[in-house]
């Protein structure tokens, strides 16, 4: 009758572990999941920073030829100053 009453437990005790392995198991793959998922999540960061460097980096070789552009107009834009001036002090001799 021994043995009949340890039949039971070893049951429950066997139902038991497996119980608390499968809760083990089953927050292993909630939190292995959850790693996935912000691994996922960093990824589409990562590429969302990728193409927003791309955007910028498009922007400041915009600006730069712009800058140049406007250079090479303000330096035209001297010479027709110091041309004017030139002409201007040219009339005033002629008008004397």
Do not use: W
Not at 10 to 38: E, H, N
Not at 65 to 94: A, C, F, G, P, W
């Amino acid at each position: 009758m021994a043995s009949a009453d340890s039949q039971p437990r070893f049951g429950q005790s066997v139902k038991g572990l497996l119980s608390d392995k499968v809760g083990s198991c089953s927050g292993d793959v909630i939190a292995l999941t959850r790693q996935v998922l912000k691994g996922s999540r960093s990824q589409e960061l990562l590429g969302q920073a990728a193409r927003s460097m791309v955007i910028q980096e498009d922007a400041i070789l915009h600006s730069e030829d712009s800058l140049r552009k406007m250079s090479i107009i303000t330096t035209h834009l001297q010479y027709h100053v110091e041309h004017s001036k030139n002409l201007q002090d040219q009339l005033r001799h002629l008008l004397k």
